[in-house]
C-alpha cells in the first residue's frame, strides 16, 4: 500500500521485464542482460524514444536500458536527448504508441493486490470522449 513519501511495492521480476519486452516487439528489443550485484540491466538495441539507436548506442554496455532493483525498476538512457524519460513515461510511451497496457503486474495497487499497472499513479486518464453531442 502507498502512503505519503513511499513507492509502492515492486512485484515485477527478471521474467517479468523479459515478458514485458516479448509484449512489445517493435517499441522494445533487448540486445543483452547483465548483473551489477542485485542491479539488472536489460540494454536495449534501441532507445524506445527515438525510435532507433542513438549514436555510440553499441559502446561499452549501451546507452539504453531497464534496469531492475530488489526494490525499484527504472530506465535510463544516456543520449543527452532521452536521458530525463523515466520508467513511467516509457510505460506510458508504450501505451501511446501501441494502443495497449503491459498484460504484467508491476506494482502492488492501493489494496495490496496486484495490479498491471496503476494508472492514477502513471498520469493515465481516461481516454474517453466527454464532450457534449
Excluded at 549501451?62 to 526494490?71: A, E, F, N, V
Excluded at 498484460?103 to 492514477?120: F, K, P, Y
Amino acid at each position: 500500500m502507498k502512503t505519503k513519501g513511499q513507492e509502492p511495492t515492486l512485484l515485477i521480476d527478471e521474467g517479468g521485464v523479459h515478458k514485458l519486452i516479448a509484449e512489445y516487439p517493435e517499441q522494445l528489443e533487448l540486445s543483452g542482460v547483465s548483473r551489477d550485484g542485485a542491479v539488472i540491466y536489460f540494454a536495449l538495441a534501441s532507445c524506445p524514444f527515438a525510435g532507433r539507436p542513438h549514436r555510440d548506442q553499441f559502446v561499452g554496455q549501451g546507452k539504453t536500458t531497464i534496469l531492475l532493483r530488489p526494490d525499484s525498476i527504472g530506465f535510463k538512457c544516456f543520449s543527452d536527448d532521452c536521458a530525463d524519460h523515466t520508467f513511467a513515461e516509457l510505460l506510458r510511451h508504450l501505451r501511446d504508441s501501441t494502443g495497449r497496457r503491459p498484460s504484467m503486474s508491476i506494482w502492488a495497487s492501493r489494496n495490496g493486490s496486484g495490479s498491471r499497472v496503476d494508472d492514477q499513479a502513471l498520469g493515465w486518464r481516461d481516454r474517453r470522449d466527454t464532450r457534449r453531442k
